[in-house]
């Protein structure tokens, strides 16, 4: 039951009602639509892309600029939407994404569209972050999982139309629209939320984090240079070279600081005692080995089915959708179990179960497998995917101070993006230095002119398709020899999820939002509980008259 204010507050109260509800609720879909599209989008355009910018050896970036990205954005939106209130950050994310899509789009080399890929993560932490938050905001823990179904169809929409749209666009108008596109339906999406994210905002008089800011950035940014040292273009880690070592000291250094500072702050960026909240150990050392296995995995498959199995730029995108439906299930049918039952626990142990077989499976893939044991691979991997991902998000904001959401939240995905970071860069290391292995055997006896310019580097699915056999023949099989083994590196980090999912303690789900546990809401049958001048007189009458004669009729009604 909702908790009665017993203060009243600067500003009059938010009125929580279903049709309140739903309007942030669409608003926040609309702007995750968003960002799911653009993963969907420009993964299938990936190959062709690089390719055209001679960014093979080194596609790999593409994709950890973007994540790195989102890992150092994702604590400042959680801290400060937490201080100052989450609806400018928001909009600040959809701002930076949009242009950050613009300047994607005119990307004349492999470098400047690194850069606007981190650009493009910067906004795209935000949307994850303070979304997810906002939802913890107006949704009980108890009712959260209801709203897991629309939030399974929208990333089910985007995964049809996403690489629908990127195979049409890579083939017809040109790769560089998969970024414009982003800028008409972010434009859209920005003004949708600026007039339906109605929320509080507030001062602050709480110190910022400065330094806590500045190490984290620098920490993560080592963390991940170090792990992708070999993608660079070094030799090996030749432990006597000073730069490396000057690197792995120098992110010994930042982390050490890091720590001491968020120690000693009044307001740290990420406070250490979350620590010794059990719930958010587990679900966030979940995540750590989570983002190491599965996104690192997800990066390459779509590589896989352009270069080795020959299929094109849209079928490729296609023949992905089965880990987005088995994702998409599990997702709605846990949400739906979770609302009903109020346990949670057993879905992530079932689910990284489930995806330790999906792992092992992948390491079977061969260039010339049939396409439907591919697609079944994938939903494996999807379905346990979709037993996991929300489901230890909730737990971590059903664990923690509703004062604290945004900087739980943004925290618990910190360390998941980080494994991602991490495990994308030493994967793709994996995988780009035995491919660049295997494609120097291929082309060792072929004479100078029959190689593609560039040599590996400026392979794209349309060079090697038009490559003679035995040529096109030999390129595919590197392609497969070097991807199906690497999924073996994957398997421990997961079983160590499974492991630590099995010490998860289960905590009952509260039946209270985050604005009213913190007082900045009221639940519309709660008006007339709340203090005299917290809610207007106006909101007051109209709520009472929708009782007196409708029975409690929705009314549209936020804070001004």
Known sequence: MS???????????????????????????ASMFLSSLDQTIVGTAMPTIVGELNGV????????????????????????????????????????????????GMAQSFESLVAWRAVQGLGG???????????????????????????????????????LLGGWLTDGPGWRWTFWINVPIGIAAWFIAYFALKLPSHRSNRPTDWGGILTMALGTTGIVLLTSWQSLGNDGYDWSDPMLLGLLLGTVVMVGLFILIENRVSEPLIPLRLFKNRTFTITTLIGLVLGMGMFSAMSMLPTFLQMSSGAGVTESGLLMLP????????????????????????????????TVVGLIWLTQIE????????????????????????????????SVDPHELGTATSSNNFFREIGAAVGT???TTVFTSRLTENLQGVFADVPAGAVPAGGGSGLTPQIVAALPE??????????????????????????????????????????????????????????DKAPEGAVEEDVQDEVRGADD????????????
């Open 3 to 29: 908790q009665a204010v017993t203060t009243a507050p600067d500003k009059p109260l938010v009125v929580l009602n279903q049709r309140t509800i739903w309007l942030i609720f669409g608003a926040l879909m």
């Open 470 to 527: 035995p040529l096109r023949s030999g390129v595919v099989d590197a392609f497969a020899s070097s991807l199906a083994p690497a999924f073996w590196y994957l398997v421990p980090l997961v079983v160590v999820g499974l492991v630590l999912a099995l010490f998860l303690k289960e905590v009952k789900l509260s039946n209270e939002a985050g604005m009213v546990a913190r007082g900045e809401a009221v639940m519309e049958g709660d008006v």
């Open 549 to 560: 004669t409708a029975g409690g009729t929705e009314t549209d009604i936020l804070t001004r």
């Open 125 to 163: 932490g935000g949307l994850m972050i303070l979304a997810q938050a906002i939802i913890a905001d107006i949704i009980p823990a108890s009712d959260r999982g209801k709203y897991m179904g629309p939030m399974g169809a929208l990333f089910g929409i985007s995964a049809v139309a996403g690489p």
């Open 425 to 427: 860069a030493a994967f």
């Open 323 to 354: 880990m987005m439906a088995g994702l998409m299930l599990t997702s709605i049918l846990s949400g739906i179990a979770i609302s009903r039952t109020g346990r949670y626990k057993m879905f992530p142990v079932a689910g990284l179960a489930i």
């Open 57 to 104: 050896e080194h596609q790999g970036w593409v994709i950890t600029a973007y994540i790195l990205a989102i890992a150092i954005a994702m604590p400042l939106y959680g801290k400060f939407g937490d201080l100052y209130g989450r609806r400018w950050p928001f909009l600040v994310a959809v701002g930076l994404f949009v242009i950050a899509s613009l300047g994607g």
């Open 367 to 398: 260039g010339d497998m049939s396409l439907w044991l591919f697609g079944a691979m994938i939903f494996v991997l999807g379905a346990g995917m979709g037993l996991v991902m929300q489901t230890i998000v909730l737990a971590v904001q059903n």
